[in-house]
């Protein structure tokens, strides 16, 4: 009985961090890509950033031939551990079509 615990353990010990890293990956790429998508389509509306943007999000921001392209990157630390941790940058790029009706300010 004391054997399945210690190796019950172990497997949550093992698997536990590598779980955690995927869905920290996971969760920033689904915020670098809502917010390239988002400031791309504000910008090719609007021409300029939108007003609330989040601070963990640095975006670029470049235009070309009547597209606007934004790269997204998040910075997302995979494995955090006693004060060490191990980040990672996840990037996302939005290409959208400048709009026609895009306002002068």
């Not at 961090?17 to 869905?23: E, F, G, M, R, S």
Request: hydrophobic share 55%; proline share 6%.
């Amino acid at each position: 009985m004391l054997e399945l615990l210690v190796l019950g353990f172990a497997v949550v010990a093992l698997f536990l961090p590598a779980l955690l890293a995927v869905t920290r990956l996971a969760g920033a790429r689904g915020t670098a890509d809502t917010v390239a998508v988002d400031a791309a389509e504000w910008y090719a509306r609007h021409g300029r950033l939108p007003p609330m943007l989040s601070e963990e999000v640095d975006l670029s921001i470049a235009e070309a031939a009547g597209d606007v392209q934004v790269r997204a990157t998040v910075e997302v630390a995979v494995i955090d551990v006693g004060g060490v941790s191990i980040t990672f940058p996840v990037t996302s790029v939005a290409d959208v079509p400048i709009s026609p009706y895009r306002s002068g300010r």
